[in-house]
């Protein structure tokens, strides 16, 4: 009967385990009172187990829902069949609960009145107490022997089962939380990454562009230099080119557009240089258009650019002057020349910073200063309609007029000294000597095409002396606007034959003196002072200076022509 009964006991607690094998504690739970309820046929079964963090005792029994959940006295805070069965490590059996003291005892209070007998079997591990299972009977000493041998039994597998679920819980809670952060940290990578790719894409687009930018504005720059001649400042003292550098100091530090006004060859692109280069705007480049030289079809490419594709020839996609210039400055040379349709665009521009290249729907933008020159009377050009009155004042915000060269001929030894200095380098000669009768005839000229009429003689001039005389082979006819017969200085000819007055002989000892000082380079004294050109000893130079008022110009007031 014992073998037979130990046998049965041995059964039911391997189906026992099947049951509860790789279940959660709470499904564990269930299928053991589940188990003991319906298998074991004991009408009052519970667990009472401690959570793995010491926390939050609770007692589970079985209820119509499904499984009830009680709160509990932690085990060890009071006395009680829970905390002698835990404290002895065996069953606790009381075979009549009416002989027992239910009112101090928290979990026989929670026993039904029909129960009368009652066991408690500890659930032990070798790292921590899981528990009770606490079965109870309707008749006095109603649990046999065998069935209680069975709960001893099934006790520690029962509580290595509820330790392994709750191992198994926290890793798969860790598991689920290292996988929610995962996810975060995916995304989040994601994310990044997506940023990373449309920085890159942006960064990738303005590298592009800026090495297009580059590549045009090393074009447009290159453009720029050959047709640049060295021929250094601005260079003269008459009141009217101080006028003129006095308005550049006024307007070069603002953003203002400049329109330069004067005849040709009077130096407008100099004045457009030395605006440039004292404004804020001088680490970006001035771009250069010749207003005159561009076919009429090719003005808005050239002004705006073009992409592939926009018309016969367009091969590749090209910057315009208007991009290439973006931070800097535009001179617009000419800009009387532009064609009347394209000037409402070129107002657009002005207005707004905005444009598109031929043949593309992008708008772009773009900041650049303006600065303009023509030689036309443009308020004509606005009454006879072929410029437009709105671009005009949209240009001529602050007007500089260059005067002829006719008219400042008190610039002209400087600015002669100057050029003969610099194409006797050209050429690897020693300068030749500027004489007082050179002088008069350059003073005699009317000057027609300006400075750069007189730049283009005196280099033939020098060509046409090798031997150190300058020759000068001034045209017989001189273009521009004639001198009234008063006002005309007189040749070299007339001048051997006419009587001098004091006056004319001392105006024309200082521009001597002047020439000798600027091809000498304010040098005085040595060898290449300008006391050894004009023969005379330096101490007599720096007398004949103070007493005609000659004094060095101030540098950085700009000595350019």
Known sequence: MRLAASHKILNE??????????????????????????RLRQPYVTLALAPSNGKNHHLLALSGAGLADFPLSPFGSAGGVVAAALK?????????????????????????????????????????????????????????????AFFEAAAPRLAAALQHAQALGELNRACERLQTECDVQKSALQRSRDELEVEVTRRTAEISQ???????????????????????SIIGESP??????????????????????????????????????????RGRPLIKVNCATIPRELYESEFFGHVKGAFTGATSDRMGRFEAADGGSLFLDEVGEIPPELQGKLLRVLQEGEFERVGEGRTRKVDVRIIAA????????????????????????????????????????????????????????????????????LRAHAWPGNIR?????????????????????????????????????????????????????????????????????????????????????????????????????????????
């Open 13 to 38: 607690l391997a189906g026992f385990e099947v049951e509860i094998a790789r279940l959660e504690v709470e499904a564990i739970a269930e299928a053991a009172l589940l188990f003991v309820q319906r």
């Open 88 to 148: 002895k490590g065996q069953t606790v059996y009381c075979r009549d609960l009416r002989a027992e003291n239910r009112k101090e005892d928290e979990l026989l209070r929670r026993v039904p009145a029909e129960i009368r007998s009652f066991i408690v079997t500890p659930l032990l591990t070798a790292e921590r107490v899981q528990g009770t299972l606490n079965v109870g009977s309707k008749r006095v000493d109603g649990i046999a022997p065998g069935l209680r």
């Open 210 to 232: 800026l090495q297009e930018r580059l590549h045009a504005e090393n074009i447009y720059l290159k453009e720029e230099l050959a047709g640049v001649h060295a021929y250094g």
């Open 240 to 281: 009217s080119l101080k006028s003129v550098l006095s308005r550049i100091a006024l307007v070069a530090p603002t953003v203002a557009n400049v329109l330069i006004l004067g005849e040709s060859g009077t130096g407008k692109e100099l004045i457009a240089r030395e605006i440039h280069a004292r404004s804020d705007r």
């Open 374 to 441: 023509t030689n036309k009377n443009l308020i004509e050009e606005v009454r006879n309609g072929r410029f437009r009155e709105d671009l005009y004042y949209r240009l001529n915000v602050f007007p500089i007029e260059v005067m002829a060269l006719r008219e400042r001929k008190e610039d002209i030894p400087l600015l002669a000294a100057h050029f003969i200095e610099v194409f006797s380098r050209r050429m690897n000669r020693p300068p030749p000597r500027l004489t007082e009768a050179n002088l008069m005839d």
């Open 453 to 561: 009429e007189l730049q283009n003689i005196l280099e033939r001039a020098l060509i046409l002396s090798p031997h150190g005389r300058l020759q000068l082979d001034l045209p017989k006819v001189s273009g521009g606007a004639p001198l009234p017969d008063q006002d005309r200085p007189a040749t070299a000819a007339e001048h051997t034959a006419a009587i001098l007055s004091e006056a004319e002989i001392s105006a024309i000892r200082k521009q001597n003196m002047l020439a000798a000082l600027v091809r000498s380079g304010w040098k005085i004294y040595g060898a290449d002072g300008a006391a050894r050109l004009l023969g005379i000893k330096p101490t007599t130079l720096i007398e004949r200076m103070r007493r005609l008022g000659v004094k060095r110009p101030v540098t950085g007031e700009g000595r350019h022509y």
